[in-house]
């Protein structure tokens, strides 16, 4: 879910702004509460309801504030349209893999009460092994699809440089944080 979502957060910033992201991007929020209703039973309420209801309204304005405008050119307007949508559409698939990915993640770990602790972790660390598998060759494989040239030209590692290098590293500490708060118990 994680490699999903890093893809698409690059796709949804190639085609809409970061202002419109930041903004689009919460309704994270009403996607773990909505999978939580669904999938956990969980009750919201009237506070809860009224908050979600408001932050969805924000995003439905911030994405409507260039609507309207005309450069003057269909053709430029109609693709400026679709790469927007296609932004939007992005960081919706961002928002609703986040959101279930979190809610399925809690509901395992819940259910989950096998006393044989060793291969529950075997477990889940062979399950993400192959996770992470599978993506690297879906990954690699889009690559050569869409970059064959470049990299038969100059190398895979071309115009990889400081930014890229950070972007991983946070990836990574990020997946690292989220391990060490499912393994470690958290004090009372």
């Known amino acids: ?17 970061a202002a419109v992201f930041s903004v689009l991007v ?8 909505s999978f939580a209703v669904v999938i956990l039973r969980k ?26 405008k ?4 269909a053709e430029e307007d109609e693709a400026a349209r679709k790469d927007q949508m296609k932004g939007i559409t992005a960081t919706l698939g961002i928002a609703l893999s986040s959101g279930f990915a979190s809610v399925y993640t809690e509901k395992v770990i819940k259910a989950r009460r ?4 060793t291969r529950k972790n075997y477990s889940l660390a062979y399950m993400q092994v192959q996770l992470a598998l ?12 869409k970059d064959f040239e470049v990299i038969v030209t100059h190398g895979l ?14 990836s990574a500490i990020g997946g690292l944080i989220v391990a060490a708060v499912l393994k470690l118990p958290m004090p009372c």
């Open 157 to 170: 590692f071309h115009n990889f440089n400081g930014p890229a290098f950070l972007s991983i590293f946070n």
């Open 114 to 117: 096998d006393p044989n602790v």
């Open 43 to 68: 009750k919201i309420r009237k506070v809860q309801l009224i908050s979600l209801m408001l932050l969805t309204a924000g995003v439905m304005l911030c994405n409507m504030k260039d609507y309207g």
């Open 70 to 73: 005309s450069s003057g050119n």
């Open 134 to 145: 599978v993506s690297l060759v879906i990954i690699g494989c889009w690559a050569i699809f």
């Open 26 to 33: 919460q309704s994270k929020l009403l996607a773990t509460a």
């Open 1 to 17: 879910a994680y490699s999903l979502q890093m893809s698409l957060e690059y796709i949804a910033l190639a085609n809409i702004d």
